[in-house]
């Protein structure tokens, strides 16, 4: 057996439970996903928008938050101008009888957080990217799971209604099935991120935990994992839909899936000590060693498909320059295709995820074309170059925030 | 019992009966190949009867002899395309270093028996016989032998019956292939000996090769 098969049979096996442990929970939950929780009692909560250059999609935002469906007089809407210099602040001015706003030098949203933090008053927060509308019923669904002291945040049901694109098409899917796994990684409190379109915190247990990370890149994933490594809970409200508004260029996509691994090894990196401890905490015994075997497996699957793509383009390369100055006419073509373990492997993760796929989308009204779902392996198999690049950029120290 | 556990046992599940599924897949193909060999030895052992018959009764049977020759040639050949996929297949059962010793000591045989039928018949068919390196491969003698392959499809294309195609593997210490190579005094591969007479050494163009088979 080469070390090639060798390597092949390690994926598989990692990727193949990986696969499972998701199959699995999703046949054990999957009445429990949809299942309504019935109203409770709705707290007051302080929504933050930071923003930082958000002409374009501030004002939406602002009145989208105006009509939820939540008690007014619980509700305390809070915009942090993070020093923009484009109009931001001008129309966020023009709400300010309706909202506070903040304003202060441009430091980043962890930053632009913690500031919004310090000045809300009410018992929850709400995070709410400047870019997100909210269904109506949306902070009030989020609001339902918080029905124990020990859950400390509540994320949302994101989606996206740009879908005229491929690249955005292929990011709805990715974010239907996200959803799902969330959902399911919710029964064994493995929620990692909550994310910024709509999570909701205690404030205080915010506070006591040390706030937003402003040295990390994906603050939502640091908190995440700072929440779970405490012993604390988080939700998410499958019910709580929101819209936000993502990359619509392969350029962009990049820049942002760059500055998100960056912040998830800088993520890893920070939680990676707590693997020598003694505990049963989510995040020594699957957080942090899935991610550590999804970057080694990462850099080991580049090195493989480079070393066989540079050697297939070589020997073919000379193979045909050779038979050109030979003068030969019958060409050698390996088309042969033969069943081996991993046709069969392959078929089984195959079809287990189109499973999952499966149950992520029936979930949703919106139907999405047979021609993204075909391509959509390939938008996955892209997101590896993107985890590569990340962590070339990560050694390199290469950090900020990649996007304009 | 857990989702973390459920999720290990069926991955140890999977694991284990896809492990038994490609062992019996290479088994199978294994058993393909060795079936397929014991039937060329049945047909080799025919033709050389064959050959037994027309030296002691006569070349009345030449042009079946040469049809049953040809015939033989061609399975042969398949065969080596099928071990060459079986080794590439295979993932438990790689090598098949027996089956390819088996089969070159069939082609051999093969080679002395279409030289004697030349030689009793007065057939003009020329032999010409690929000595090639299958271990130990650098690329450049990987894809010499390619390229050298593609030629001799070349050539046979070209000449038809008037050659045989015979290739042979020169590395797996058999001494009838040792012997061979010493006597030619061969050191570099690819190799192609025609008729016994002319050796060349490294890759060989076309038009050096149709300058001695001269089959237009």
């Known amino acids: 057996m080469m070390i090639l098969d060798i390597i092949y049979f390690a994926i598989f096996a990692v990727v193949s439970y990986l696969t499972f442990f998701h199959l699995i929970l999703w046949v054990e939950n999957k009445d429990k996903i949809v299942k309504k929780i019935k109203s409770g009692k709705l707290p007051s909560v302080s929504i933050l928008v930071p923003a930082f250059n ?158 937003f990370d402003e040295n990390n890149l994906v603050e939502d994933v640091e908190i995440a994992w700072r929440i779970l490594r405490n012993g604390y809970k988080i939700k998410m409200a499958y019910d709580a839909m929101v819209y936000s508004k993502y990359p619509s260029s392969l350029g962009k996509w990049w820049a942002q899936r760059t500055r998100w691994s960056i912040g998830g090894l800088q993520t890893l990196f920070k939680y990676l000590g707590c693997i020598f401890k003694k505990d049963a905490n989510v995040v020594r015994t699957f957080l942090v060693p899935v991610s550590i075997i999804d970057y080694v497996f990462t850099i080991i699957g580049a090195a493989i498909f480079f070393y066989l793509a540079v050697n297939f383009l070589i020997n073919n390369s000379l193979y045909l320059i050779k038979t050109i100055f030979m003068g030969v006419r019958s060409f050698y073509v390996n088309m042969n295709y033969s069943l081996d373990v991993f046709s069969v ?55 900020g925030w990649l996007t304009k | 019992m857990n989702t973390y556990y459920k999720a290990g046992i069926l991955t140890v599940i999977v694991f284990i009966l896809g492990i038994i599924f490609g062992i019996w897949v290479d088994n199978y193909r294994l058993s393909a190949v060795r079936e397929t060999l014991s039937e060329i030895d049945t047909n080799w052992n025919d033709a050389r009867l064959l050959n037994l018959y027309i030296g002691r009764l006569g070349k009345d049977y030449c042009d079946l002899a040469l049809e049953e020759n040809l015939v033989y040639n061609d399975k042969i050949y398949k065969e080596g395309l099928e071990i060459e996929r079986t080794v590439e297949a295979n993932i438990f059962i790689p090598t098949l270093e027996q089956e390819r010793r088996r089969y070159t000591l069939l082609q051999t045989q093969f080679w002395f028996n279409s030289q004697e039928l030349k030689e009793k018949c007065n057939f003009t068919y020329k032999n010409v016989v690929h000595l090639y390196k299958q271990k130990d491969l650098t690329r450049e003698i ?39 190579t010493k006597q030619f005094n061969i050191t570099i591969y690819p190799a192609i000996i025609i008729d016994e007479k002319f050796a060349f050494q490294g890759l060989t163009s076309i038009d050096e090769l149709e300058s001695v088979v001269q089959c237009i």
Not at chain 1, 114 to 139: C, I, P, Q, S, Y
């Open chain 1, 345 to 399: 492997y392959g078929t089984i993760l195959f079809i287990s995820s189109l499973l999952l796929i499966k149950a992520s989308l029936s979930n949703h009204k919106e139907k999405s074309s047979i021609s993204s779902l075909i391509v959509f392996p390939l938008y996955l198999f892209l997101y590896r170059f993107v985890c590569i690049y990340s962590i070339y950029k990560f050694i390199k120290r290469e950090r």
């Open chain 1, 54 to 211: 958000e002409e374009n999609s501030i004002e939406d935002t602002i009145k989208n938050l105006l009509k939820i469906n939540y008690p007014k007089n619980n509700l305390e809407i809070i915009v942090i101008d993070d020093g923009s210099t484009d109009r931001t602040y001008e129309i966020t001015k023009k709400y300010e009888d309706k909202i506070k706003i903040l304003r202060k030098e441009n430091s980043g949203k962890a930053s632009a957080l913690n500031f919004g933090l310090d000045h809300a008053k009410n018992e929850f927060v709400a995070v709410v990217d400047a870019d997100t509308l909210l269904e109506k019923n949306a902070l009030r669904n989020c609001m339902k799971c918080f029905e124990e002291q020990n859950i400390v945040a509540v994320t949302s049901h994101i989606l996206t209604k740009q879908k005229n694109k491929l690249i955005e098409k292929l990011q709805s899917i990715e974010l239907m099935i996200i959803a799902l796994t969330r959902k399911l990684k919710e029964e064994l409190n493995l929620i990692d991120v909550t994310p910024g379109p709509l999570s909701v915190y205690r404030k205080k247990m915010l506070v006591d935990l040390g706030k």
């Open chain 2, 142 to 180: 990987d894809i010499e032998n390619k390229v050298q392959s593609s030629i001799l499809l070349d050539l046979k294309e070209k000449c038809g019956n008037k050659i045989m195609l015979i290739p042979l593997a020169a590395d797996l210490d058999l001494t009838v292939i040792d012997a061979v």
